[in-house]
């Protein structure tokens, strides 16, 4: 599946931003989806995931409370809400797309979309 993530920019700590993940196939539904983000210089890393229709998610430590993950697979579409954001949220963050697995390490991610680039400031 083809993936396109969009909704990234600057914003100062504190702030939030809603980033999208839309992917091109029609059943959507058929696939989980996970958001991941990497900082300069550093590996790419889970942050987020859904899985494919029962509404369970899961968060990397660092943003529980802060982010949430939410679908609409009518729309395949996929939402990060990102709440009281801090400097070190700076990253690109990608979205990624599983059939089979919820996509919580980069391995278990089949399809990935581009990009978006989410800066903070302190």
């Known amino acids: 599946v083809q993936l396109q993530a969009s909704g990234g920019g600057l914003v100062q700590a504190g702030g939030s931003l809603r980033l999208s993940c839309t992917a091109s196939?029609?059943?959507?539904?058929?696939?989980?989806v996970g958001w991941f983000r990497q900082a300069p210089g550093k590996d790419r890393e889970f942050v987020a995931a859904?899985?494919?229709?029962?509404?369970?998610?899961w968060f990397a430590d660092s943003v529980k409370g802060r982010f949430t993950i939410s679908r609409d697979n009518a729309k395949n579409t996929v939402y990060l809400q990102m709440n009281s954001l801090k400097p070190e949220d700076t990253a690109v963050y990608y979205c990624?797309?599983?059939?089979?697995?919820?996509?919580?390490?980069?391995?278990?991610?089949?399809?990935w979309g581009q990009g978006t680039l989410v800066t903070v400031s302190s």
């Open positions: 196939e029609g059943t959507f539904s058929r696939y989980a």
């Open positions: 859904a899985a494919w229709t029962s509404g369970m998610t």
């Open positions: 990624a797309a599983n059939l089979y697995r919820i996509p919580m390490t980069t391995a278990l991610a089949n399809d």
